[in-house]
């Protein structure tokens, strides 16, 4: 009887944990992450840069978050050999270049678009005519499971509005005395001159 009771408990723990991380997957972790639709192109602090937005919608955190990139484009090499999928690493961050992402709330990421970028001989011309991908990396830990969960968005040139930024959609809240996000905002862009 003791032996009977001992492995009923045993296997009862067995079955809640299979249970529990059945039901906290990161893979529906990452269906609560947002990426904005279209990417921009404009200048920022007199460099031509490349933006997009990430969100998360669920109150609790991701934490060490960090985004990463690549452009995958064809590419031929110097004796004539065709690549189809070369992948181009594109260093994306923060305002401050970081790969790390302290993600309390919607940030926009910013790619400077300098000698080493895929995109530095593009004009907007060039860039309605290119055939790349973007493709668009966020990986952290969620705060509830500890569990790593990864999520991935894509960016074709037609998603890719040049001489465009995003509208601000973070402000102060004087009567709750707290910053409140608009997620109406997360996708609106406004056309900007001397691009």
């Avoid at 992402?101 to 080493?116: E, G, K, S, Y």
């Avoid at 001989?121 to 952290?140: H, I, K, R, T």
Wanted: proline content about 2%.
């Amino acid at each position: 009887m003791c032996i009977q009771s001992i492995t009923g408990v045993i296997l009862q723990a067995f079955m809640v944990g299979v249970v529990f991380a059945k039901l906290t997957r990161a893979k529906q972790r990452s269906n609560t992450i947002i990426f904005s639709r279209q990417a921009c192109i404009c200048l920022r602090d007199g460099n031509l840069c490349l933006l997009f937005r990430i969100g998360d919608m669920r109150k609790s955190f991701i934490i060490g978050a960090s985004v990463m990139a690549q452009v995958v484009r064809r590419r031929s090499t110097d004796e004539g050999e065709v690549i189809p999928f070369h992948q181009y690493d594109v260093t994306v961050g923060s305002d401050d270049g970081s790969e790390k992402l302290f993600f309390i709330w919607p940030m926009t990421i910013v790619h400077v678009i300098n000698q080493n970028s895929p995109f530095y001989n593009m004009s907007a011309v060039d860039l309605m005519n290119e055939n790349f991908e973007l493709v668009v990396y966020l990986e952290g830990t969620t705060e509830s499971t500890g569990n790593t969960m990864q999520a991935r968005f894509s960016y074709q040139p037609s998603d890719i509005l040049w001489g465009h930024r995003f509208e601000n959609m973070i402000s102060f809240d004087k009567s709750s005395d707290n910053y409140a996000v608009d997620f109406r905002e997360f996708n609106k862009t406004r056309e900007v001159s001397g691009v």
